[in-house]
């Protein structure tokens, strides 16, 4: 309840008639009197204490406060201005007691000036002049203040005034467009024909797609619970049909595989994950989980998942649709009534992709003349030179329609891995070969469906009866440094120092090799091998490294030193005068192999892989992962999606290509490198994020939620905190060394509680972390212990007070005396393998360590994989 003597305002006067005679008295004295001062122009106190206050304690600014008479009442030009404590145009609660419904008054018509006080500004420079530092150069200082005088004016000046008619950039980034309207739309129609954009999402207006141009990536008709956006255009291609994927009765310890030749309806992933639209990663890894059946069958939801199935197979279409009560988009759709329509209407669909009816454009065309045109008003282009020529694009790809096959007869079936999309994942590795490209190949052999469970002469024949396409790997190596050129025995090399380290050499066993593959890379090799930069990206050799904008020039005296380090650098025996040559000099930059620490971090080698994915994925096809990525499961359905896609940059609406899936040799593709090449090849995320909107391309790139593959990211910015997913991460080193208060979870939980449902886990960095600090060592068993003995000794040789760090593999093997009867180096070996105990052992395991003693016991034929399949030798 207000008090009726309380000092608050009020919006309306209180009803006096309740009010005692003495009260009312008193309360009219105090508001005469606080009107009284404040409208009294001179200064009123209420003891010489508070005067003598006042007067000491004086206003030192520059500035100072006047009362202009206003011709129109406050209420007028603000509305509701004594109503601080409510919302605008909010009604506010009326004091208990108040009867009136009468308005008060207007407010008094004086307006609050801040103007500045000229004597003290004067006074102030006077003293800033009389300085020693400023007495002999008075002059110049006061040309310097007036010149930040002028600048202060002019800025001001610039954001009151219409200046949208001046072309200058004045603040942001440069536009990138080069190419014109008719060359994107161009590139639409190409890629829908060829069925990379199974997707119902609409097509920005500003390309001009015609709206009944059919797309083969979608079906005639949608299924059930899975209706078509308005904006969809019609489909023609194959039926989808969205199974329910759960293990049989009783065998649901472990998750099935997806069905073989699958897809991941990616519309129904981003329907349930976008952030965009307030979607929590908590509730999108649960339908991940439960739509693909990963959850092992623990019903713990007990209604139907109709709604939460996202991944399909496909069926050709026998000429028959669905009827229109199980087609609610019927009206939009063409139904074709026999092959042949279909026929027809692809054919026309690759004439319009080629660009018949467009309209040539002079490639001469200038950025004021492609503004000026009608039809070019709805793009930015680049302002350095003219624009690109037109595209010249290959046919469109055929869509491949869903084989039969017989597992009866493995002869009369075809390949079931599509040549214009191969299934390869590509990974590229500077420097020495270390625990964490160790790991990214373990998780590839713990998670998907290589047939290691069968012997290796029957796998191949199994996967052809049965429609699998079993994925590669793709490890492409550069030993050297970013900046240096490769010998003419890199390859060689190569192999030598594979073998000779630990971590990388149980990957070259007989077993593994169908499936992992380690590459040279070669950069004069690869650019060579991209058609659109082979014969201009010379001319930026000397900005090659480009990351944001932030260009490094590269030295040529740079490549000697990093060639004549590419053997020892791998193989870890540089000397220490070497290495303090190789660290301390002028051109350490570009003479770095690795990256050993946050101070010495290979800055070069992250710019050259920014560039190395496109490529990579651009020649070959494929999808990119980076070295810091570790899968978490089977990748069948995302192979089956055709479009090309990257994940999101946390909470921006950038592109974070740490994942990316493109196709080979594609119109996208065409169009990244040539926008690159105009833009000072910078494939930085940020960059190709602009290249693709500025151009409306960003449908074709499609921007997945960051949950499917680095779904800790959103907590580690302090969002969706209130309701984080599991395990719960606030910063990424969470994952090498867990915080108390959750350092039980990964060995209660292990490798089945970590992020289920995500397809990867990304840890951003931290090369210098080991993923077990205790046990620094591949611990695959008796096949690899020559491999694991060498590690042993190297770390625990390291961990000696006398020691320093190892220069190499074998240089902690001690010397043995001529003449000793017992070998001290039988001795050290035998104390080094002698078998520990558990109580030796890290108390709390983090994350990291689980991770890859789950992998490693999978090798070693202690467990199964993730899926319930053993591993056969």
């Known amino acids: ?179 014109s309207r008719d060359d994107l739309r161009k590139i639409w129609l190409w890629e829908i024909a060829s069925g990379h954009y199974p997707s119902g999402r609409k097509i920005p207006d500003q390309i001009g797609v015609p709206p009944r141009f059919p797309n083969p990536g979608l079906p005639p008709a949608p299924a059930a619970f899975h209706p078509f956006s308005p904006d969809a255009h019609p489909g023609v291609g194959n039926l989808r049909k969205y199974p329910d994927i759960r293990a049989p009765v009783p065998d649901v310890a472990y998750p099935p595989r997806p069905p073989p030749g699958s897809v991941a309806d990616l519309d129904m992933v981003m329907q349930h994950c976008d952030f965009s639209t307030h979607k929590y990663v908590r509730d999108c890894l649960e339908v991940l989980r439960l739509g693909a059946g990963v959850d092992n069958n623990k019903r713990v939801r007990r209604a ?188 060689r090399d190569m192999y030598e120092t594979l073998r000779a380290n630990p971590w990388s050499s149980p990957f070259l066993h007989e077993r593994f090799q169908d499936v992992i593959k380690f590459k040279l890379w070669n950069t004069t090799e690869q650019l060579d091998g991209v058609p659109e930069l082979k014969e201009e990206w010379r001319d930026s050799v000397d900005t090659l490294f480009n990351s944001g904008g932030v260009k490094y020039n590269h030295p040529k005296a740079a490549a000697p030193g990093a060639q004549r380090n590419v053997s020892a650098a791998v193989n870890g025996t540089t000397s220490a005068s070497e290495e303090a040559e190789r660290k301390g000099g002028d051109d350490d930059l570009f003479n770095r192999v690795g990256s050993d620490s946050v101070s010495s971090y290979d800055r070069l080698s992250v710019v050259l892989s920014d560039m190395a994915r496109f490529v990579l994925c651009h020649r070959f096809g494929g999808t990119y992962l980076d070295a810091d990525t570790i899968l978490l499961r089977d990748w069948e359905e995302l192979w089956g999606w055709k479009g090309a896609f990257a994940y999101r940059w946390s909470r921006l609406e950038k592109y974070n290509t740490a994942v990316l899936r493109m196709n080979k040799g594609s119109a996208l593709g065409s169009f990244l490198f040539r926008t690159a090449l105009r833009n000072g090849l910078d494939f930085h995320p940020m960059t190709v994020s602009r290249y693709t909107k500025e151009a409306h391309l960003e449908g074709l790139l499609l921007r997945l939620p960051d949950a499917l593959f680095d779904p800790a990211w959103l907590n580690t910015e302090n969002y969706q905190r209130d309701r984080p997913p599991f395990p719960y991460f606030t910063e990424f080193r969470d994952f090498f060394d867990n915080p108390a208060q959750s350092s039980g ?41 020559e491999g694991e003995r060498n590690a042993r000794i190297k770390a625990q040789s390291a961990l000696k007070p006398g020691h320093g760090k190892s220069s190499g593999y074998d240089s902690a093997k001690p010397t043995l005396p001529p003449e000793s009867g017992v070998s001290p180096l039988q001795e050290h070996e035998d104390a080094l393998f002698k078998e520990e105990l558990v109580t030796d052992d890290v108390r709390d395991l983090p994350w990291a360590t689980v991770l890859k003693r789950t992998f490693e016991s999978f090798v070693r034929g202690e467990r199964p994989n993730m899926y319930g399949e053993w591993i056969m030798w």
């Not at 000046?157 to 008619?165: A, K, N, T």
């Not at 003219?386 to 007869?409: C, G, I, M, N």
């Not at 191969?422 to 070969?433: C, E, K, L, V």
């Not at 970590?754 to 008796?782: C, E, Q, T, V």
Request: net charge positive; aromatic share 12%.
């Open 304 to 491: 139907r998942l109709d709604e939460w199935r996202y991944i399909y197979t496909e069926h050709a279409d026998n000429g028959t649709t669905p009827s229109s009560s199980q087609n609610p988009n019927a009206q939009r759709n063409v139904k074709p009534e026999t092959m042949q329509e279909k026929a027809a209407m692809l054919k026309r669909q690759q004439e319009e992709s080629l660009g018949t009816g467009a309209v040539d454009l002079d490639p001469s065309l200038s950025y004021q003349q492609a503004v000026a045109s009608t039809y070019e008003s709805d793009f930015t282009f680049a302002r350095h030179g003219p624009l690109e020529p037109h595209l010249s694009l290959p046919p469109p790809l055929t869509v491949r329609r869903p084989p039969a096959f017989d597992p009866e007869d493995a002869s009369a079936v075809p390949d079931p891995c599509d040549p214009d999309h191969p299934r390869i994942y590509h990974m590229f590795w500077a420097g020495p070969f270390t625990d964490k490209p160790y790991l990214a190949l373990l998780s590839f052999l713990f998670t998907q469906n290589l047939g290691l469970h069968m012997p290796r002469e029957e796998a191949t024949d199994y996967f052809r009866s049965h429609g699998i396409c079993r994925p590669q790997f793709w490890l492409w190596i550069n030993p050297a440094a970013a900046a240096a050129v490769p010998s003419l025995t890199a390859e």
């Open 1 to 179: 309840m207000t008090s009726l003597f309380s000092s608050s305002s009020s919006n309306h006067p209180v009803n006096h008639d309740s009010v005692p005679q003495h009260h009312r008295r008193l309360s009219l004295i105090t508001s005469i009197s606080r009107e009284k001062s404040r409208l009294s122009p001179l200064p009123s106190y209420v003891d010489l204490i508070e005067q003598k206050q006042a007067l000491v304690a004086r206003n030192h600014g520059w500035t100072t406060t006047v009362f202009v008479p206003s011709p129109f009442p406050l209420s007028t030009l603000f509305p509701n201005p004594f109503r601080r404590g409510s919302p605008r145009g909010s009604p506010r609660s009326r004091p208990v007691g108040s009867l009136s419904a009468t308005p008060p008054p207007p407010p008094r018509r004086r307006c609050r000036v801040t103007l500045p006080i000229p004597p003290r500004i004067w006074n102030f420079c006077g003293n800033v002049l009389r300085l020693p530092l400023f007495r002999r150069r008075r002059t110049s200082t006061l040309a310097l203040l007036a010149l930040v005088a002028l600048v202060w004016l002019i800025f001001t000046l610039s954001r009151r005034l219409d200046i949208g008619h001046v072309d200058t950039q004045w603040y942001g980034d440069p536009p990138t467009l080069v190419y």
């Open 745 to 785: 979870a990964p060995q209660a939980l292990g490798f089945d509680g970590f992020f289920k449902g995500a397809y990867s886990y990304h840890f951003h960095n931290f090369w210098w972390i080991p993923f077990d600090p205790s046990r620094n060592w591949p611990d695959l068993g008796p096949r690899f212990i």
